[in-house]
């Protein structure tokens, strides 16, 4: 098998499996995070690759996926972009909330494939979006844009509230929706808070059983 055929690979090493905060949608889903990531790297031959995110539905993508079912006036008829799907599910939620239409943004080819098919398993097509979306300011295109767990990392943290920010003050028309479950770098600043999830978490990826994500509305500066 080889990285032509992501696909493969996620049917044979995954399984099919709804989140718990989210039981009406269907994904294809590891059960533990390390067989998974050293299968990755056997398939490829190549050691040191990131962890695969996109099999496990992290706790900020499953609050904004219930906010989403939940509330669907809040994306009835608009375009929404998912940036950092994972495997599609905040996307997939959007669609099934009756998004006009739904793009995820991803640069792993593995979770490309992912959001594939798990938008398959529900009934649903988003499209996937081309390379690093950060890499480039943002030029229009969405009406709303959905944020699940991405703070992380510092230096990923940092550059994509900078592009958010950017694209705010460019299009002052356009939501952003951000998840996060009180990562390490969520900003302190410019976020106005919406709501809160208790989601059940795996001791496999997660310090804790449960974790708390809130979701904010970002704020224009």
Not at 43 to 54: F, H, I, S, V
Not at 63 to 80: H, I, N, S, T
Request: hydrophobic share 50%; glycine share 8%.
């Amino acid at each position: 098998m080889t990285i032509a055929d992501p696909a493969s690979f996620i049917r044979a090493n995954t399984e099919i499996a709804s989140p718990p905060l989210v039981p009406e949608i269907r994904l294809h889903l590891a059960s533990e995070v390390t067989p998974l990531w050293h299968a990755t790297e056997a398939t490829l031959e190549q050691d040191g690759l990131p962890p695969p995110y996109w099999a496990f539905a992290w706790p900020g993508g499953q609050a904004l996926a219930r906010y989403l079912l939940d509330r669907p006036e809040e994306v009835r008829g608009k375009r929404v972009w998912d940036i950092g799907a994972g495997g599609g599910l905040t996307a997939i939620a959007a669609l099934r909330a009756g998004a006009a239409s739904a793009i995820a943004f991803e640069i792993d080819p593995f979770a490309r494939a992912a959001i594939a098919l798990n938008g398959r398993l529900n009934g649903v097509a988003p499209e996937i979006g081309p390379g690093d979306v950060l890499a480039t300011p943002y030029r229009g295109g969405a009406d709303l844009m959905l944020i699940g767990d991405m703070c992380y990392e510092r230096p990923l943290a940092e550059r994509l509230l900078a592009w958010l920010d950017a694209a705010s003050l460019t299009f002052a028309d356009l939501a952003v929706l951000l998840a996060d479950p009180g990562r390490a770098y969520l900003p302190k600043a410019g976020l106005e808070f919406v709501t809160q999830y208790d989601v059940p978490t795996s001791l496999d990826l997660e310090d804790r059983t449960i974790r708390t994500p809130a979701i904010y509305r970002l704020a224009v500066a």
